[in-house]
């Protein structure tokens, strides 16, 4: 039977049996093969399986299908193929016909699960002892045993709980709101739906930025005002005192604080609310709930109309013989208007457009460099590629510690190592896995061995033998600086520059391991003009 098997992601290790008919892979739920990625399109691909033919097609993906590094609308696969749905890759194997009843069923209706891999990303850790060479039909999995447990559920994170609350915010962005932001790039040259949204930045944060100026501006007229208002009164309190103690209506005047800019209203006025001054109101009773309110308090005095004007009253007491204490005989009262000061519409918009264009000022400037930082990468990548694919090199480089540029960056260097530039014609065509056939190698040596990816010095694989020697084996995919045994990890790194320094010898080195001495004899295999892989074997000294 024909099946899939997840290489990385998070259902790395997971095998998908393929029986006849069409299986269409992708995140939605209606897809028979569903893929947990949301790089993967809703339909991305549909696998047909007629037979011995098992033909793969591209949905009109946003990222596109690659059988082995080529971008792919229709292709046959064959045994080994690995499928890359953008960071999701998959390879194509046989199953038994009665793995159905063997491995244990996830969620997933249809998805098959092989043990839990020691390191997340790779099937190939846990899979190596399943995984074997079968010499009348290539490679096939054999069935786990009827006494495997099934995987245990994941458990449930609490509805309530903060990470519930991240994940299920995570999960909104990436499949509601940013399908759309990404649908507007799609729509328009990259540069100008950059500078909409850089200007869309900017208008917003202006606009709520003004808010908290004019608030702040109001604040500060109002205490302006007050204290304007409240000097006026203190004055106008002080000049009248001697006439109101001596009850001299003709010297009392207001003059003075009429003609302060702002006041619309300075009066005399006796504790039982009528007025001393100035003359022409003198005699009138003020009825004004402010002026009630400050004959109450019997002290000074300042309180807010309404928006724009308020009310400062200062009080005019004398010394009382009968009581011993002073005792309040008048008040001066002002009413003061902020129209003067006060911050109005027409001014709060003149403020908005002056900060706006300094925004806008300033985000042309953040717009250039923001695109030039995106832009130089990519630029950077494309002339290395020229290159590379003129002169027949797979060392493309990235300068930026960006996960995608640089997993770009490796990707692109995988597809160049399988490049052939030796046809006719000088055009490029691209030829098997060379990791395919380092792990091929490998599993036919009878001794300890392992295979090295030249280009980022991580291992393809190792076999078993290697795997007995090492406490928890050696982890596929990762580094050789991550080999959990120090002195195999010291050995390796050290072979290895002298592996690309002599491509043309076997360099031999020795290393005590585990009691014994082991002979370790490297060699560079090259590609079209680098080393494409190393192959290290290890043998007994005394053997």
């Not at 729509?187 to 208008?203: D, G, H, S």
């Not at 009773?285 to 005095?301: D, L, Q, Y």
């Not at 208007?337 to 519409?345: E, F, H, V």
Request: glycine share 6%.
């Amino acid at each position: 039977m024909w099946a899939i098997r997840f290489l990385s992601g998070p259902q790395a290790g997971q095998i998908v049996p393929l029986t006849g008919g069409k299986h269409r892979l992708g995140r939605a739920p209606t897809c028979e093969v569903k893929i947990n990625s949301n790089s993967v399109s809703k339909e991305h691909a549909a696998i047909l399986v007629t037979g011995d033919k098992v033909i793969i097609t591209d949905l009109d993906s946003r990222n596109g299908t690659f059988v082995n590094g080529v971008r792919v609308q229709n292709q046959r696969l064959n045994l080994g193929d690995k499928i890359s749905l953008h960071d999701v890759l998959i390879d194509v194997l046989q199953v038994p016909d009665d793995m159905r009843l063997n491995q244990p069923m996830m969620p997933n209706a249809g998805v098959y699960a092989a043990p839990p891999p020691a390191w997340a990303g790779s099937a190939a850790v846990q899979l190596q002892n399943q995984y074997t060479p079968d010499p009348q039909g290539g490679p096939h999995l054999h069935a786990q045993s009827h006494d495997h447990a099934p995987a245990q559920p994941q458990p449930q994170m609490a509805a309530n709980s903060v990470s519930a609350l991240l994940y299920n915010f995570k999960i909104y962005i990436d499949n509601v709101a940013m399908p759309g932001v990404y649908s507007i790039v799609q729509t328009m040259p990259f540069r100008y739906a950059l500078a909409a949204m850089v200007t869309i930045y900017v208008v917003i944060v202006t606009a709520l930025s003004t808010v908290p100026v004019v608030n702040t501006t109001k604040q500060n007229i109002k205490q302006e005002s007050v204290r304007r208002a409240k000097t006026i009164a203190r004055n106008m309190a002080a000049m009248n005192r001697q006439a109101v103690v001596q009850n001299n209506d003709v010297g009392m005047s207001v003059r003075l604080a009429e003609l302060e800019e702002g006041v619309t209203t300075a009066v005399i006025i006796k504790a039982d609310g009528t007025i001393l001054a100035p003359a022409n109101k003198r005699g009138e009773f003020v009825n004004k709930p402010f002026v009630h309110r400050a004959r109450r308090e019997e002290k000074e005095m300042a309180d807010f109309i309404d928006d724009s004007n308020l009310g400062v009253s200062v009080p005019i007491s004398i010394y009382s013989p009968e009581s011993g204490n002073q005792t309040v005989v008048a008040y001066a009262v002002v009413l003061y208007d902020m129209g003067a000061l006060a911050i109005n519409a027409t001014q709060t918009f003149k403020l908005f457009i002056e900060t706006l264009a300094i925004a806008l000022l300033v985000g042309a400037i953040l717009y250039f460099f923001l695109f030039k930082i995106v832009e130089h990468p990519i630029e950077s990548l494309n002339t290395q590629l020229d290159d590379a694919l003129r002169e027949g090199r797979d060392d493309l480089v990235s300068e930026y510690q960006f996960a995608p540029i640089e997993k770009l960056t490796s990707n692109i260097n995988s597809a160049l190592s399988r490049i052939d530039h030796s046809g006719g014609g000088g055009q490029p065509v691209f030829v098997a896995s060379r990791d395919m056939e380092a792990a091929n190698l490998v599993a036919m040596m009878s001794a300890a061995a392992i295979a090295i990816n030249a280009i980022d010095d991580r291992v393809i694989v190792a076999n078993d033998g290697l795997n007995a020697m090492v406490a928890g084996g050696v982890q596929n995919e990762r580094p050789v600086a991550e080999i959990t045994d120090p002195a195999l990890k010291a050995n390796l790194l050290g072979l290895i520059p002298r592996m690309r320094a002599a491509v043309s010898e076997i360099v031999v080195d020795d290393l005590p391991f585990a009691g014994q001495k082991y002979i370790v004899r490297g060699q560079a295999v090259m590609g079209p003009t680098d080393p494409a892989y190393y192959l290290v074997i290890l043998t007994p000294a005394d053997g």
